[in-house]
């Protein structure tokens, strides 16, 4: 995660079932995808109505979906949400050698989620479940799942394969509840997320700063939603390189809506 938290598509595809990292959807769901190469926004940092020919928005779960768009929930279903521990039953923190919870060192309030066992897993799946049914239930299209990389800075106490299993069941309930699933981020790991996991689309942040944008689009085409930040390079060049994902949007790092000093919004066209 390298940002703050904070009418649908015709085109539909069926998700066929299948076994997800050891979870099986239901039967064929009918879900929308994003509209491949629309003009999208983020709002992370709040909601406002989008600028004039963005077509897909992107909001926190905790805003309402924006009208006449096709509208992402963002969740953040691998490590806890900022002012959320409490909600989190304390044996699914996961720990250090000296028992200590293990927070995310660059989102200090956010502890990562224990996804080292399927019993875990599973509990862990039921408490972010009514969450992606919320988006579902608010009218949201499609639901973002950030920190797919939390096994990273675990310390070596998750692995990829744990967090893929649980992505895996994340998936199918988001596809039982009639969304589209995205993948936040995680660029190195899209091929198997998509392919083990079951994953739609794609939202990278960054993606032509760090130099990785092709490993999104090899994956998902024009299903991936780039974010720049105006701090971290030329997104007028970004924009020129062929890399870039049709689907691109220029924001300020902090997301703030119009009127705050800081706001940035700029599309690739």
Not at 159 to 166: G, K, Q, R, S
Not at 177 to 203: H, M, S, T, V, W
């Amino acid at each position: 995660m390298r940002a703050p938290r904070g009418a649908a598509s015709a085109l539909l595809v069926v998700i066929a079932a299948a076994t997800l990292a050891g979870c099986t959807t239901n039967p064929p769901t009918e879900i929308a995808l994003p509209p491949a190469g629309a003009a999208p926004d983020y709002q992370l940092g709040g909601a406002y109505p989008p600028p004039a020919g963005v077509t897909v928005v992107v909001r926190d779960r905790t805003d309402p979906p924006a009208e006449g768009v096709y509208s992402i929930c963002y969740v953040n279903a691998f490590q806890t949400q900022p002012g959320e521990l409490a909600d989190w039953p304390d044996e699914l923190l996961l720990r250090d050698a000296d028992g200590d919870t293990v927070f995310d060192p660059g989102w200090p309030d956010e502890a990562l989620l224990d996804a080292a066992s399927d019993h875990k897993r599973e509990a862990i799946a039921e408490v972010v479940r009514p969450l992606i049914e919320g988006c579902a239930a608010a009218g949201y299209d499609a639901v973002e799942f950030d920190n797919l990389d939390t096994y990273a800075r675990s310390g070596g106490a998750l692995t990829f394969d744990d967090n893929l299993a649980l992505a895996g069941v994340l998936v199918a309930i988001a596809h039982d509840a009639g969304l589209a699933a995205g993948q936040k981020n995680a660029a190195e790991d899209a091929a198997a997320l998509r392919n083990g996991a079951g994953f739609d689309f794609a939202i990278a942040e960054e993606c032509a700063a760090f130099d990785e944008c092709d490993a999104y689009t090899d994956v998902y085409g024009d299903l991936v939603i780039a974010v720049e930040y105006s701090d971290a390079g030329e997104f007028r060049e970004a924009c020129e390189d062929e890399r870039m994902p049709p689907s691109a949007v220029l924001r300020d790092r902090e997301l703030v809506p119009p009127g705050d000093p800081g706001y940035v919004f700029e599309l690739c066209r």
